[in-house]
């Protein structure tokens, strides 16, 4: 696998690169403030442009994104190459003090449409994704709408991302029976630390021909290299997501023994777990390309490097008797919690 042998997206028929480019860290903003992108305007910029130079053909952002810096990064940066790139972004996520301004409401999801294409300085989005289900809102109203951006020009595919198997279900039933044109794709969280997805997600996606964005490939930074036992420490991220980094609970504990087991099986294969980890997204058939989010220029060339990686059988065996397939360490992990499981009220007479 390199990064010249492109993967079709799903039924789409569209070509993308193995990898793409994640855009979360970018932003206006030096890193270093609270709230801020750990990376500035003018080195994302350089980052998207030098990602492209090495052969990425696919851009992942969303308006959430530092508030929409990181869409106006990404447009900067994709001036004189917007045709050579498909660009994905998302809404849901609150854009202002007002919630009103968020959610997949018709009413928002046509006001974000139009907030995104100006940040990004583009006429059309090739993929506009739906960040996270909205439980108040229909999902024929969100996929109606969609529908609506495709038939006016504004946007040309539509996708979701951490829908439970239900919900990617429903969709694909719900187009069909109302003459509307369905999801094509679904992003969501993949690596050896994270396989919750492999029992239904994604042969769900490989039934209906979804194409699969697969995020975290280092699992948030505890496949990082900087996890393991020697370093005593959990990964950088410690503060950004509170539970899932807490390494005092039973799960996390095991969790961190699995990333240090997944760390000495790379220095045996002689590779980065940087390398072992991509290697590992990219050999699922469902996965179409991996979301790919480095903070510097060393981090994307560790992350182009690893494209070049082909794990054979007995390797991915040997992954498999460290994580067996199918396993989650941490609810959260899986991207999002449904409500049924996260608020007590909802399973309590």
Known sequence: MSLNELRVFGRSGTPISPLTLGTMNFGEGLGGAPGSAPTGADEGIRII??????????????????????????????????????????????MSANPAHSGN?????????????????????????????????DVLETITALNDLIRQGKILYYGTSVFTPAQLVEAQWLATTNHLIPPVANQVPYSMLVRGNERDVLPIAQQYGLGVLAYGPLAGGWLSGDSVLDAGKPPTRVHSLPGRYDISGPASERKLLAADSLARLADKLELSLVELSVGFALSHPAVSSVIIGPRNEEHLLAYLKAADTVLGESVLDAIDELVPPGTNFVERDAGAIVPSLEYAELRRR
């Open 49 to 94: 442009q030098s990602a492209l130079d090495a052969g990425i053909t696919a851009v992942d952002t969303a308006d959430v994104y530092s508030q929409g810096e990181s869409e106006q990064v990404v447009g900067r940066a994709l001036r004189g190459r917007r045709d050579d790139v498909f660009l994905a972004t998302k809404f849901h996520g609150q």
């Open 105 to 137: 409401s018709r009413r928002w999801i046509m006001q974000a449409v139009e907030g995104s294409l100006r940040r990004l300085q583009t006429d059309r989005i090739d993929l506009y994704q739906a960040h996270r289900p909205d439980y108040n809102t």
